[in-house]
């Protein structure tokens, strides 16, 4: 979901979707690598990269 920031640069984003999980709504305001606004505050991201990828560099944080 966060990826569609590539696509709009500068632009500010937002997203309304529901918790795969649970089925509870998820609302989050971007810009490029700024996160504005996220409800509920408990919400996390999944980042589809090998984490020892992304400590030694191999995988730039924000890049992937």
Known sequence: MLA???????T???IDAN???CGQPIHVRMR????LEVHPNTT?????IPLAKALTGEV???RA
């Open 60 to 62: 730039p944080w924000g």
């Open 12 to 14: 500010e984003i937002r």
């Open 32 to 35: 490029d690598e700024e996160i």
């Open 44 to 48: 996390v991201g999944h980042m589809n």
């Open 4 to 10: 569609v920031r590539w696509l709009f640069p500068g």
């Open 19 to 21: 918790c795969l999980d």
